[in-house]
């Protein structure tokens, strides 16, 4: 029983500590000018748990809750200080000030089909500044608050038959990579692929197999986390593996997805990893070293004077290692990987040994 108690008030304590430093950070004792007075902004944070008031509590949620709508926002704000106001004046002009911050009465989950129709405009005749920023506001809201786009998931899915606007489609596909990655347990695609047979995995898997290299990317990741994702992934790969070679115009894409199915996907590796780390180490790795011995003659060359040729080898040769240090199956690999470069080398040394005797 004492064992007990001491483990009761040990949690009690640790709350306790917990709450006292989230408070010191939000009045500003630990940050500068977050709250105009931290002493007494401290003192109202801090006396505020003891109110219990429910009610109020489910109001601050809603204010900054990413799936309340803006009308919601705002109500939930005004009743939320009008509350405080009745329980606690003293502490309403705190309140009233972390209130307004908290509150997404901009960005909310109304701004995003509003984003997404200036996205549409933005490559037409209708072109203006308006639609640049909403492009970058979209990029910025995917990026880093993903959470918004949940209610749009649908809309989002439909932007991508969008063919004739590629800037659409890309931030679609960057938007729900985003979703995807901070919401795997949601797959909201799987939702989706019910009632549409099917029709939106294999728009997925068109653009990771024929899009560009970042629409190859963001439609990867996306297929890395749905409920089936073995099994996509694993398709993936038997199309792309057999057809691997670095003259291929999709090299750039296929490497892409190839770097992102066996990051979130790691057991795929298993079937193809042979073909894949054979590739790496002597079409994309050993390849390049051998051409820029050859060819170079000089020490060094800025990125924007490399020619086309070079360039993609690099970006080819840095999505290999990618795919290299994603998968944990190539550290099991890695002694084959030594071995055929070691080989690599001392086939070289005897073609050396071999001219040397000749002259």
């Not at 203006?128 to 993903?146: G, M």
């Not at 729900?176 to 549409?196: G, N, R």
């Not at 291929?248 to 296929?254: C, G, Q, T, V």
């Not at 060359?301 to 994603?326: H, N, T």
Request: with cysteine; charged share 30%.
């Amino acid at each position: 029983m004492e064992s007990q108690d001491n483990g009761t008030s040990e949690e009690v304590e640790n709350l306790s500590n917990t709450l006292n430093q989230i408070v010191r950070r939000i009045a500003g004792q630990l940050e500068i000018n977050m709250l105009p007075d931290p002493l007494k902004s401290t003192n109202h944070l801090s006396t505020f748990p003891q109110s219990h008031d429910t009610r109020l509590y489910k109001l601050i949620r809603d204010c900054m809750n990413p799936q309340s709508d803006y009308k919601t926002v705002r109500q939930s704000a005004k009743d939320a200080l009008k509350r405080i106001e009745q329980i606690a004046p003293s502490s309403s002009e705190t309140f009233s000030i972390l209130i307004r911050r908290i509150s997404l009465t901009i960005i909310n989950k109304d701004l995003i089909p509003f984003l997404v129709t200036k996205l549409k405009s933005a490559h037409s005749e209708l072109q203006s500044e308006n639609s640049i920023v909403a492009h970058e506001l979209f990029k910025d809201i995917s990026s880093r608050f993903p959470a918004i786009l949940k209610p749009h998931v649908d809309q989002l899915i439909r932007a991508l038959k969008e063919d004739d606007d590629l800037l659409i489609v890309d931030d679609s596909l960057e938007a729900l990579s985003k979703l995807s990655i901070s919401f795997p347990d949601e797959t909201p695609q799987d939702k989706y692929v019910k009632a549409h047979n099917r029709e939106s995995i294999q728009r997925l898997m068109d653009y990771a197999l024929e899009g560009s290299c970042l629409q190859a990317k963001f439609a990867a990741i996306v297929l890395s986390h749905i409920r089936h994702k073995q099994q996509i992934c694993g398709e993936l790969l038997k199309k792309i593996v057999p057809k691997l070679s670095i003259t291929s115009p999709n090299i750039l894409a296929h490497l892409s997805v190839l770097s992102q199915c066996v990051l979130y996907s790691p057991k795929i590796y298993e079937e193809k990893g042979d073909a894949i780390t054979n590739f790496i180490v002597k079409q994309l790795i050993m390849n390049s070293n051998h051409k820029a011995t050859i060819e170079s003659e000089v020490d060094w060359v800025d990125d924007d004077e490399l020619d086309d040729e070079y360039r993609g080898s690099g970006q080819c040769c840095k999505a290999g290692f990618q795919i290299a240090m994603d998968v944990d199956p190539w550290r099991a690999a890695k002694s084959k990987v030594q071995s055929m470069v070691i080989d690599s080398d001392s086939s070289e040394n005897d073609d050396m040994d071999e001219d040397t005797d000749d002259s």
